[in-house]
């Protein structure tokens, strides 16, 4: 059996070439030890049935670290502190031992997407392939099988290719800069606070559930030992009105439901715009789609009247959620027959 493992900065995603799947939180930023928890339970699970453990990342970008160099080097040393050899994904798409890392670390930052591309262009050669997870979307082109999205992080941003937005971790703020309130629709500015992030708006629209809402809250300092409270419906909607310096009692709850709308507005126009370029720039017309934001994706394919296959169909939610470390798996399994 193989191993993938994605280390992100808010979590650390494990999958198997046989098809386990999880998510465990790891919030880098805030302890980066942590990593090294999450990894020894990770092998204490599997133990002797691991024939190998292939591994990207991306918490390299947390701000627990001076430097990217300096992140990948670390999250190096914690994988290969706790799993006999690991393997990992550089910008070539290529397994390396961990030496090779020493020798250029940044070859090896932000490869989590390109291992899921790597997985997906050798099934679907003419598409657009979609990940939106918790705090990121990628939208990454595929033509005749070969990735044409650019490999460095601030050359995507620019692209398109790379939407820094999600659907659990991302401020509201930072998709909103105003919102239109009341029975006339009223434009109305927001708060830059962080007072509530786009998980609270998918569970308040049924998009997610208490358990899937994975993140901490805004205030979840607020609810130390009554954790179920945090992540309720109308604690999500009190966090919401507060994106308008108000409350509840002021704006109800068909105010903080629209709030919660256009988040979701927001976030689709934004992918419209992405695939629409990608679209026309390289003649696709499908959307393949993995992560929890399968609904977003949707959504926008539907209106640029472009096919769309969720990934999550032919395999299941759990793997679709952690989609870079199963493509991991597979990719350090077929690389080893």
Request: glycine share 8%; proline share 2%; net charge negative.
């Amino acid at each position: 059996m193989f191993a993938g493992i994605d280390v992100g900065g808010a979590n650390t995603k494990i999958a198997t070439s046989n098809g386990f799947a999880d998510s465990l939180y790891a919030p880098l930023w805030k302890n980066k030890k942590c990593l090294y928890d999450v990894l020894a339970d990770v092998k204490q699970k599997f133990g002797t049935e691991l024939e190998a453990v292939g591994a990207v990342m991306t918490g390299e970008l947390s701000d627990c670290f001076e430097t990217k160099r300096e992140g990948v080097l670390y999250i190096k040393q914690a994988l290969s502190a706790t799993f006999d050899a690991p393997k990992f994904f550089d910008k070539n798409c290529d397994f390396k031992d961990s030496a090779v890392v020493d020798k250029d670390p940044l070859s090896f930052a932000s490869t989590n997407w390109l291992a899921s591309a790597k997985f997906v262009a050798a099934l679907y050669n003419d598409v657009i392939f979609v990940d939106i997870g918790s705090t990121t979307t990628d939208v990454i082109p595929l033509v005749r099988g070969v990735i044409k999205a650019k490999r460095r992080d601030i050359e995507r941003l620019k692209s398109g290719e790379l939407i820094y937005s999600g659907v659990l971790r991302t401020n509201i703020a930072a998709l909103l800069k105003t919102v239109e309130i009341g029975e006339h629709g009223e434009k109305c500015g927001v708060s830059s606070e962080l007072f509530a992030i786009t998980a609270d708006a998918y569970l308040l629209l049924g998009y997610i559930t208490e358990d899937e809402y994975s993140c901490e809250s805004p205030d979840s300092y607020t609810f130390v030992g009554r954790e179920k409270d945090e992540k309720s419906r109308m604690s999500a909607m009190r966090r919401l009105s507060r994106v308008v310096c108000s409350d509840l009692e002021e704006i109800g709850e068909d105010g903080a439901v629209g709030i919660a709308e256009q988040v979701k507005k927001a976030q689709v126009d934004e992918l419209i715009t992405s695939l629409g370029r990608l679209k026309e720039k390289y003649g696709l017309d499908m959307v393949v789609s993995a992560g929890i934001g399968d609904f977003i994706v949707q959504e926008a394919a539907d209106l640029l009247n472009m096919d769309f296959l969720s990934l999550s169909s032919l395999y299941c939610k759990e793997i679709s959620a952690v989609f870079p470390a199963y493509a991991v798996a597979k990719l350090l399994e077929r690389s080893n027959l």
